[in-house]
């Protein structure tokens, strides 16, 4: 129990004490920025921006949709984090670390492994519109993985995010962006280790994952691509249209890079595609899902399998005045046919109002969700124990 207690306590001390020594050492150089972290720079050569963000979050779904009694409650820290940005020696030199502590968010319940390194990255602008980096971070993924969960539509990401993701891995990334006449594209590839977070030594399989975004109308104001909301209010119609190709040897884990360890290691497949579409306060986001193996199933007759199968998430938002955003959105999960009579069918109906204070630093979110899980067969009910439920949540965003 001590040990597990300084494990998490170390990364907030070290934090606190490296702010600490940085104010002392450049204290004639030192601003906190309203809503955008504390930052410490010397001259040209070094910047440490500092930042934190708490989501704190009230949960309640019902027995059923005849039964609205509680079936459980959820209470609690949903995020909590740290991270560090900057550059250091030149400014095409440039870093990024995360480090978090909610329980839901360090992974133990799926690996047993408390994860609290997020994110490790170094970064080089090799020339321009040309980066590349090596550490652990964000594989490109589908877009509602990559985006920041401090900037989503919804109190969380979709059920179809959350079974057919990439998450993170440890590697090297490569990305470079170019305009064809008035086409932006960004090709974006990682080969990395295939196993996911945090991990002490990795096997001779590797992971390679790219991704091509082309950007027929020209690209997004600023970072306006990378939050769901159109809280910009783009004043010219933005289009992006992508597509992801992810082939990972050998891999060990039920949801790629995330879940528990299996005992037969798969060739694991991943294809995705995802549209987004804004102008002036209306944002539309659809992306779909797809993960394989030859075989989900360990072999020798041991329990457990992996999460293979394809989902659709489509969702639709309207911005008012830069701080009310209404969402809404539809999301559907299909599993292998041969997990059929393991894994339900999953279809989502929900909805989200959104207050924001100066964009996703301080935001107040109220959700209704409508469920039903089912098991079903080229279409067809296997039989008649189709689960349906609400579920509402309340949310508070918080971090500079």
Not at 365 to 390: C, T
């Amino acid at each position: 129990m001590k040990v597990k207690t300084i494990a998490y306590c170390l990364p907030v001390f070290l934090s606190l004490q490296l702010a600490f020594c940085m104010a002392q050492t450049l204290a004639d150089t030192t601003q906190a920025r309203f809503f955008k972290g504390l930052s410490f720079s010397q001259d040209s050569t070094l910047l440490v921006n500092f930042h934190f963000r708490i989501q704190s979050r009230f949960g309640y779904v019902s027995q059923n949709l005849q039964n609205v009694l509680p079936g459980n409650f959820d209470l609690g820290v949903r995020r909590a984090r740290l991270f560090y940005d900057g550059h250091l020696y030149t400014k095409k030199l440039t870093y990024f670390l995360q480090i978090n502590f909610a329980k839901r968010d360090l992974d133990e319940d799926n690996t047993g492994s408390n994860h609290i390194l997020r994110d490790a990255m170094i970064w080089y602008e090799a020339w321009k519109g040309m980066k590349i980096g090596l550490g652990q971070g964000k594989l490109p993924g589908n877009r509602q993985r990559i985006i920041s969960s401090g900037a989503l539509e919804f109190t969380d990401r979709s059920i179809v995010n959350n079974a057919y993701n990439l998450d993170r891995d440890a590697g090297l990334f490569a990305y470079q962006s170019i305009m064809i006449g008035k086409v932006g594209v960004n090709i974006k590839t990682a080969l990395t280790s295939g196993e996911g977070r945090n991990v002490s030594i990795s096997d001779k399989g590797l992971a390679t994952t790219g991704r091509l975004e082309i950007l027929p109308l020209g690209n997004f104001t600023s970072n306006n691509a990378w939050q769901e909301a159109d809280i910009v209010f783009e004043t010219k119609p933005k289009l992006s249209l992508a597509f992801v190709a992810h082939y990972n040897d050998l891999a060990k884990k039920t949801l790629g890079q995330t879940g528990a360890n299996m005992s037969t290691q798969r060739y694991l497949r991943a294809y995705m595609a995802d549209v987004l579409f804004k102008y002036y306060g209306f944002s539309l986001s659809t992306e779909y899902l797809y993960r394989g193996v030859n075989n989900p199933f360990n072999n020798f007759n041991k329990p457990g399998y992996y999460v293979v199968g394809d989902g659709l998430n489509s969702q639709i938002s309207f911005a008012f005045d830069r701080s009310t955003v209404v969402a809404f959105r539809y999301a559907l999960t299909r599993p292998d046919e041969k997990l059929i009579y393991i894994v339900p069918h999953q279809k989502q109906y929900g909805m989200c109002v959104s207050k924001l204070i100066n964009q996703h630093s301080i935001k107040f979110q109220a959700e209704i969700q409508f469920n039903e899980e089912s098991y079903r067969k080229n279409g067809i009910l296997i039989n008649q124990n189709i689960k349906q439920y609400m579920a509402v949540f309340l949310q508070i965003e918080f971090g500079i």
